[in-house]
């Protein structure tokens, strides 16, 4: 006489929650730009974006964090992976919303794939998720990002070079972040 319904699913309360979440969005979306956040975003990302494409300028941060620029093409290589994920990671994490984090890493990667090689460089390999990994596991992020850049640099086997290395990946991380947090305050985003 009565049926056993329990494998029937009721579907009106997910699209309502998914209805709620879209207006949400829509009213964050509406606020960033109203507010002129949006637009900050993109020129912030952009802004970095020609930072990391200018040489002299790469080299001049390099040099302010490490004292000289690394002799092999392959390290200078890790060195500006190691400078473009530490400053993703601080849009990521620094701007007032995750929609301008979205916007301002958008607006970089869009202005640096104009650049082809670069952008190669920066998507081919497997370097910014070993360096997610390591800033998600550990205790401290600049330990972490060292001991990360040594093994990218192929320095696990040469003990005499493995703290310099750790040392540099640190000071690069460090000084890219505080660099890249300095600009972001420059920009005035409203919270």
């Given at each position: 006489m009565f049926n056993d319904d329990s494998d029937i699913k009721i579907f009106g309360k997910?699209?309502?929650?998914?209805?709620?979440?879209?207006?949400?969005?829509?009213?964050?979306?509406?606020?960033?730009?109203?507010?002129?956040?949006?637009e900050k975003a993109r020129k912030l990302g952009v802004h970095l974006a020609e930072i990391f494409l200018n040489d002299e300028e790469i080299n001049s941060h390099i040099a302010s964090a490490v004292g000289k620029i690394p002799s092999t093409e392959y390290v200078m290589e890790q060195v500006r992976i190691l400078i473009v994920f530490s400053a993703q990671w601080c849009?990521?994490?620094?701007?007032?919303?995750?929609?301008l984090s979205n916007t301002a890493v958008n607006s970089f990667y869009d202005k640096i794939s104009q650049t082809k090689d670069v952008y190669d460089d920066?998507?081919?390999?497997?370097?910014?998720?070993?360096?997610?990994?390591?800033?998600r596991q550990a205790e401290t992020s600049a330990q972490a990002i060292g001991e990360t850049f040594k093994k990218l640099c192929d320095r696990d086997n040469d003990e005499s070079n493995d703290e310099d290395y750790v040392e540099l990946g640190k000071r690069i991380y460090n000084k890219t972040v505080e660099e890249v947090v300095a600009i972001i305050d420059k920009f005035n985003f409203t919270a």
């Open positions: 997910s699209l309502v929650d998914d209805k709620n979440e879209a207006a949400l969005l829509l009213e964050q979306v509406n606020r960033q730009r109203a507010n002129g956040n949006t849009l990521s994490h620094r701007l007032p919303a995750a929609l920066l998507s081919d390999g497997p370097e910014f998720s070993f360096y997610s990994l390591a800033v």
